[in-house]
């Protein structure tokens, strides 16, 4: 980091309206917390300084951030206002030279274009506002005789005349850091919320004759601010159909994009194929893959021309190409599918390894195991990797086996390349190569004895 931009974050409300034990900017939208989109665009602008200012579930909220480097943490104890909060980062910011960009940790959908005006500006202040149909709820832009900025007034100290101004404040601004602090030094409480609002900074300024710049956003959505549940879930949307555009039009078809969810950080090839209902996320999917509908996929890499079926769920798993998995089958961490494997309905498999052309096509529990080449697992198999303590006990088959149906390794137990093991059979001993097990009591039939047991 290094230029003369800082940037602040102001992230210490509780966010009253989402009825939550979880802050605000934790609140995750497309499987990630608001919170992070902001950073990702602070980032982005390459600051010498990136500071939160931190205060309802400071512990959650500093913990959520540990992958951002370099972030500086500023507490504000009691949320007496905006304009409260930023104070909190003054003993920060005074050593510093050059401008800051304010930001709110609930606006997830700003663009950094949005914000390269306000910070190439070399104006006391930037106000980035935007004109919009529903102005309830925002700040309102009050302008003087000549049509620039002469204060914000928040809608509850509107009167009847400013409530219809259509033209409301994003709470997105940047300052000169030596116009700033004195500005905020001269705020008070005095208004319907009984608040330091950080707007009445820029009348601060407006009234010392500082040259104060209204910006206007293009696409005024992006400045829409998480304030209740129902707001969640509009972000959420507009970010899903942000990700799935751009997916569209990089050669990924999606059956029904309004009902796919792709996390903007997945990596998906061109030709890949993805039914109604899907969610992926931090995962890749190779070119010609088709995923059918529900499927969920999850911390998992799957290779090309592999074909996940209806409502399979995925996580931290590698699959490789031309695989098939599901329908309903559950892979679950530490697993790993190499080429042409086949993996059928309801099956699950758990940190285990399938060597090429290896296939369990029904009903089947797979964990701590190896498979080998080309081998068959029966119907009904399991592998009993378990025996109540916490250590798992591993399981190795080796290439070209056949395992009949309705089978059991008990771990740890290794079955050598070539064997053949009987329906019904439990294995409990080494087995090796070539070999034929069988464990099971012999059949005995007793020909006309079933009218015994039928009712006279
Ligand atoms: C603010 C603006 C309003 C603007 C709107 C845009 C003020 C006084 N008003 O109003 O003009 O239209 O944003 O969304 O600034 N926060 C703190 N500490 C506090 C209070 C708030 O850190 O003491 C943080 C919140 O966590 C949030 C951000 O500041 O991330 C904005 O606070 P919020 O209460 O949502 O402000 P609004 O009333 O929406
Ligand atoms: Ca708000």
């Not at 994003?170 to 001269?186: D, N, Q, R, W």
């Not at 399938?354 to 592998?383: M, P, V």
């Amino acid at each position: 980091m290094g230029s003369d931009l800082h940037i602040v974050v102001l992230a210490a409300g509780q966010g009253k309206r989402m009825y939550s034990a979880i802050p605000k900017v934790l609140h995750e939208v497309l499987f990630r917390p608001l919170l992070h989109y902001v950073l990702d665009v602070a980032y982005s602008m390459r600051p010498s300084s990136v500071t939160i200012v931190v205060g309802h579930g400071e512990e959650a909220v500093r913990a959520s951030c540990s992958g951002y480097p370099d972030l500086h943490f500023v507490r504000q104890a009691e949320q007496k206002g905006t304009g409260h909060a930023l104070q909190q980062a003054v003993p920060f910011l005074r050593e510093k030279k050059g401008r800051v960009l304010v930001l709110c940790g609930d606006v997830a959908l700003l663009t950094p274009g949005s914000l390269a005006p306000l910070i190439e500006s070399k104006a006391a202040a930037c106000v980035l506002f935007a004109e919009v149909a529903h102005p309830k709820g925002y700040g309102r832009i009050v302008r003087n005789g000549e049509g620039t900025l002469a204060r914000i007034q928040e809608e509850a100290d509107c009167s009847e005349a400013e409530r219809r101004i259509s033209e409301v404040n994003s709470g997105v601004y940047t300052f000169e850091l030596k116009e700033l602090i004195p500005a905020l030094e001269k705020l008070t409480n005095n208004n319907k919320q009984g608040e330091f609002y950080l707007t009445d900074a820029l009348e601060v300024l407006v009234r010392q004759s500082s040259k104060v710049e209204l910006v206007p956003l293009k696409d005024a959505l992006e400045m829409t601010g998480v304030n209740d549940r129902a707001g969640a879930a509009q972000v959420e949307s507009i970010l899903r159909a942000r990700t799935n555009a751009y997916l569209l039009a990089s050669g990924v078809s999606l059956q029904d994009p309004k009902n796919t969810w792709i996390d903007s950080r997945c990596e998906i090839a061109p030709d890949v194929r993805i039914e109604s209902g899907c969610q992926i996320i931090r995962s890749t999917i190779a070119a010609g893959c088709a995923i059918e509908s529900g499927s969920r996929i999850v911390d998992s890499k799957i290779g090309p021309h592999t074909r996940i079926k209806q409502g399979s769920y995925i996580e931290g798993s590698s699959v490789g190409e031309v695989c098939v998995v599901g329908p309903y089958a559950h892979l679950r961490p530490g697993t790993v599918l190499e080429r042409n494997v086949k993996l059928g309905n309801f099956v699950e498999v758990k940190k285990s390894h399938f060597a090429e052309g290896a296939k369990a096509s029904h009903l089947a529990y797979i964990g701590d195991a190896t498979i080998g080449r080309e081998t068959n697992l029966g119907c009904g198999f399991i592998t009993c990797n378990y025996d109540g303590t916490p250590k798992k006990n591993q399981t190795v088959i080796g290439a070209r086996v056949f395992v009949g149906s309705d089978s059991q390794t008990v771990a740890p137990v290794t079955v050598g390349d070539g064997s053949y093991i009987a329906s019904g059979t439990t294995v409990t001993e080494n087995v090796p190569p070539d070999s034929l097990v069988i464990s099971r009591g012999r059949q005995t039939t007793k020909p006309g004895y079933a009218a015994k047991y039928k009712p006279k």
